[in-house]
Each structure stands twice: as structure tokens, then as C-alpha cells.
């Protein structure tokens, strides 16, 4: 099923789309051949499912949205450990690429190598999720709830974007663009969409090296290839956020209440 929502039977709608993203990713971690893989898949659908719960908030008691929202958190949690290796090792690919033979090559694949280890699944219980999903209380979704989750979503980008450049406040603005960019998909707002997923793409792959800086000595080599990589990447990030969120939230509020009811 497409990562979208109808209007026609919202409810319903959502349901199906967090049953099919979470029933995916049981599926994937059953007997898979490539673990890694199927853990980083399974966190991307876990992931989508926090951002689409979080669209469907206003419609539901706060109690009941915390208790599903901690579920989903939870499980993402347990299964980061086996992606988090197999993310630093890529990100030390992904370096290599920008390195101007500053840094020799074997000193890449010996750094590369402490990240490298044969990946085993976590205990995981995304298929009580998945079953867990008809019993969401959504009697009272509707347009103008889904417009407001994601008013509240675009808000909290935008004052995340305000905030100094530390590694931790890029991180969470990250966190809010990356629930923008799903949000964005499951309403169809294609060019929103597509420029919240390039931003957060850039301020993913900023936080991946700043979790590989912080594995390695200060002294390494790579660190000044890291921190000049990072700054490019901010600098791209800044650009487009300006664009992303150059609306008031009440712009951009009365900007989405035509795009919302175009949904079919």
C-alpha cells in the first residue's frame, strides 16, 4: 500500500497505512538475509509510522497517543544498536568520497573496520505493533485535525531551526524536518515533500559524522575532513531551511488548508 492518506475514510485510511508500514517491517525481520538491512528498514517504517501517529494526535486522548507514540520509540530504540555499526561504517564510505588525499586511504579502511561486525537481530515486537494498530482511537480525525498536526509539525521545525548549531539541536531539528518530509508525502504535498526529505537527508548526514567524531580520538586524521564536511553540510542545510520554513506558522497554516482538503 502507498505511504499516502485518503480523506474519503480517514480513520480507516490511517489505519491501513500504519498496519501495512508496520507489517512490513515484521516481515522484513522475519528470517532475513541481510539483518542490517532489514533493522535499518524496519526503523525507516517505524519511523513513518511515529510521524503518520503524530498527524492523527489531535483526534486522539493524550494518554492514548503517549502510550502508542513510547511504543513505537521503544522498539525503535531496541533494534538502533544493530544499524548504528553498519551506519558508521557507511559514513566513513561516504567521507572517503569528499577525502582530497588528505587522509591516505588505508587509514579509511582501518577506521572503516572497527564498525564492520556481522549483524544479529535484536528481540523485537513490531508484529504486536502492527496488530496493535486497529485498536487506535481515531473517532475524531479529520481535515482540519490532520492541518493542525501538521501546522504543529512545521511549527516545531521552524523554532528547531532557530536554535544555535550544536550537534544536539541539529539533531532534533532533524527529527521535526524528517516528520515534515513523511507528513508532507502522506498529504501529497509533493514539493514540500521533496524539499524536507533533501534537508533532511543533509542534516542526517551530519549527525552521522558527528557520531563518527565522537568514536574517534581527537587527534585522528579524519577529524579535520570531518569537520569541514560538516560545515559544508550545515551551510546547505541553513540555505534550504530558510526556504523550507520562510512561512509564519499561520501562513503556512492558512497555505495548507486548500492542499489538505485536495487529498483523495
Not at 572503516?112 to 475524531?140: M, N, Q, T
Request: charged share 35%; aromatic share 4%.
Amino acid at each position: 500500500m502507498a505511504y499516502r492518506l485518503s480523506l474519503d475514510d480517514l480513520a480507516a485510511s490511517v489505519k491501513h497505512v500504519a498496519g501495512d508500514q508496520l507489517g512490513g517491517a515484521a516481515a522484513g525481520l522475519e528470517d532475513p538475509r541481510d539483518p542490517a538491512e532489514a533493522v535499518h528498514d524496519a526503523r525507516k517504517r517505524i519511523k513513518k509510522t511515529r510521524a503518520l501517529l503524530r498527524l492523527a494526535r489531535p483526534a486522539m486522548r493524550a494518554d492514548a497517543f503517549r502510550a502508542y507514540n513510547r511504543e513505537l520509540r521503544d522498539q525503535g530504540r531496541a533494534l538502533s544498536g544493530t544499524r548504528d555499526a553498519d551506519a558508521l561504517a557507511e559514513t566513513v564510505d561516504e567521507l572517503a568520497e569528499h577525502n582530497t588525499r588528505r587522509v591516505k586511504r588505508a587509514h579509511f579502511m582501518a577506521v572503516r573496520g572497527r564498525f564492520v561486525a556481522g549483524a544479529e537481530l535484536p528481540e523485537h515486537r513490531v508484529d504486536e505493533l502492527a496488530r496493535g494498530v486497529d485498536h487506535w482511537p481515531l473517532g475524531g480525525i479529520s481535515s482540519a485535525t490532520v492541518r493542525d498536526a501538521l501546522t504543529t509539525t512545521y511549527r516545531r521545525g521552524r523554532k528547531a531551526a532557530a536554535k544555535p548549531p550544536t550537534t544536539e539541536n541539529l539533531h532534533e531539528w532533524r527529527k521535526r524536518v524528517k516528520d515534515l518530509w513523511y507528513q508532507a508525502r502522506l498529504l501529497r504535498i509533493k514539493r514540500l515533500a521533496r524539499d524536507a526529505k533533501v534537508l533532511s537527508k543533509l542534516l542526517g548526514s551530519d549527525h552521522d559524522l558527528a557520531l563518527l567524531s565522537s568514536e574517534l580520538p581527537p587527534g585522528d586524521p579524519l577529524q579535520p575532513l570531518i569537520s569541514d564536511r560538516r560545515a559544508d553540510l550545515q551551510k546547505q542545510a541553513r540555505k534550504l531551511g530558510e526556504r523550507v520554513f520562510a512561512d509564519t506558522p499561520k501562513a503556512f497554516r492558512k497555505r495548507m488548508r486548500k492542499r489538505v482538503r485536495a487529498v483523495a
